[in-house]
């Protein structure tokens, strides 16, 4: 197992740094130079070479990169054009919005799906098994955002229990800020939900058909400990996987809501930089985000071996 | 092992997603000839009217007549949807293709790590970046779509051509002296062509996803040419006075998905059984 994991480390540490490579090359080798980009059109050639050497985009480009990556392996990213600050500070104080969102959304769709999932498989053709698979259409194909806004009509203009909006911060009082980090996940959470209804549906029918539970069933276990002894337990794995796989859209999702909702997240600090043309924070953040994928996934992974031994062997 | 099947798995699925689809194509094709008023035709008196007060759906901020818009707008998000789907179909593809006639080795290995990358930078950052150097506009949308889509249709078509190479029909022709590229394009294509059409249709409702999303958030094509995603992020200031006018482009924006994911599950149904046996 020792061996395997650090096999797997291996791969993900290359993974990352070629992630990294792409990221800095779309920034750095495509027309348009990063400093004119940053002041626009009517910057003087004397402030373009200042910033150019600031950047230090006077160097080869293998150098900058092999710079950056050194400087980013330490936690620093540079200091951003836009907010006079170091990047790594801004993304500290944008994660404390983001995480939160993120794992709230990871929770609520699971509270939503798995029991769901289970319920429609074992009552297969009942009211509520139609009911999740309408369920799991419709989540799926609106739009995250779209629900926001849905949402926000509803709850926000319309009965007004949740902000439509914003974020007080932590420093306000924990209620203040949960209360405004309800709409978001939810918004983000419901087409999760739909994609993971559905897997844990499939899945639990797979199990629920195989010799196991039928020998389980027919010692006389009943319904509800084959459920949960056997049955779950073996349906976990694709539940897993999916879920981990979800993280990459999850994320993304996490831009546009949190654009909807105005909140200070990684999210809209990256659309913020992008409009501000902050090159710095966005390769940054965007380094952040994508690296934050490959390793819920590689964690994913993890969590499969650790729940089904057959990969273990296989691998 | 083969039962008698009652009737055919995802009739119904097939045959909804397909008149959603067929319907939301004339009226993208339609729109190029024909709208109840010009998109961007703005008639200021009468502004934020509700449905029907002032054309079938309403109008916007500036009067403009909210059916028309829709109506361009479908042209605009189903073309860019199928363009990259397509591109990153193509691309994919034939990527798997090559490698699957590869073997295994590090060539192969080194594209499905490429895969694990461009999987790793989601459609929406590609934009952000490509947008902030070359600009938002149709092209970025694309190219940021079909470079998602690659990495989908490499590994789809390198799992199926992987098996389709263990066959013995394969074994046959290379005994008949065809070499790798002719045994991919004459056995091997052919025989993975529905796992990739079903992964097509599906790739589809996520590419509409996903485009609308970039024109939410400013990323997909500029103004004045509509497209649902900006009507929505345009009606978020009107929320209030206007609801309708943020409920009906995420409406036809469900309604283009739900079709598309329709039509890609009956496809699987009927050409899977395995996924089919636990639905």
Redesign the interface.
Known sequence: MTGLLLRRLGGLALTLLAVSALIFAVMNVLPGDAAAIMLGTSASEDTLAALRAELGLDRPLVLRYAAWIASAATGDFGRSYTYGVPVSELIGERLAVTLPLALFAVILSVLIAVPLGVGAASRRGGALDRFATVFAQMSVAMPAFWVAILLIILFSTGWGIFPAGGFPGWQAGGLAALKSLVLPSLALALPQAGVLTRVTRAAVLDVTGEDFVRTARAKGLPRRVALWRHVLPNASVPIVTVLGLQFTFLVAGAVLIENVFNLPGLGRLAYQALTQRDIVVMQAVVMLLSGLVIVVNFLVDLAQMRLDPRLRALA | MSKPAPRRKGAWELRAGASIVAALAIVALLSLVWTPQPPSKMQILLKLKPPLAAGWLGTDQYGRDIASLLMAGAWNSLSIALLSVLIGAGIGTALGLTVAARGRGIVTAAVM??C???????????A???????GPGRFTAIIAIASFMVPVFTRIAFASASQIWARDYVLAARACGKGPFRISVEHVAPNIATPVIVQVTIQL?LAI?TE??LS??GLGLPPPAPTWGRM?AE??TF??PA?WL??L??LA???A??GF??IGDGLRDRFDPK?A???
């Open positions: 790590r490429g694990d990358v461009l999987f790793a930078v989601p459609p929406i950052r590609s952000m970046m490509l947008g902030a150097f070359i409702g996803l609308a999303g939410f958030l929505l009606a978020q929320l209030r609801p943020a409920i482009p995420g924006i469900a309604l998905v739900l994911n329709l996924r046996r636990a639905s």
